[in-house]
Nanobody, 118 residues
Framework: QVQLVESGGGLVQPGGSLKLSCAAS????????MSWYRQAPGKERELVAT????????NYADSVKGRFTIFRDNAKNTVYLQMNSLKPEDTAVYYC???????????WGKGTLVTVSS
């Protein structure tokens, strides 16, 4: 059974930090590109960051560049999102995604809520 389980969300003040985790199980983790998406109330889901399997290269949305860092631990089947200098506009449900064009598979977690407010 494939599972992506996000954790680490919560309430944080503007300027604060949070670290999200996504634990994967039920599939071979290392070949998959892993991404974090987010969806704010009333808005479409958007891509936040991706880390690729083969190269470890990363991509970020312009809105989070320099503030967020995505990294993975293949030994733990886990991907992380370190979020610093958080802003109220970062408030959203954050979703973990696993994608493999080689296997033709794409998986989603159920999300974790991040609220940035004073």
């Amino acid at each position: 059974q494939v599972q992506l389980v996000e954790s680490g969300g919560g309430l944080v003040q503007p300027g604060g930090s949070l670290k999200l985790s996504c634990a994967a199980s039920g599939f071979t983790f290392s070949p998959y590109a892993m991404s974090w998406y987010r969806q704010a109330p009333g808005k479409e889901r958007e891509l936040v960051a991706t880390i690729f399997s083969a190269t470890g290269n990363t991509n970020y949305a312009d809105s989070v560049k320099g503030r967020f860092t995505i990294f993975r631990d293949n030994a733990k089947n886990t991907v992380y999102l370190q979020m610093n200098s958080l802003k109220p506009e970062d408030t959203a449900v954050y979703y973990c995604n696993a994608d493999s064009r080689y296997y033709g598979m794409n998986y989603w977690g159920k999300g974790t809520l991040v609220t940035v407010s004073s």
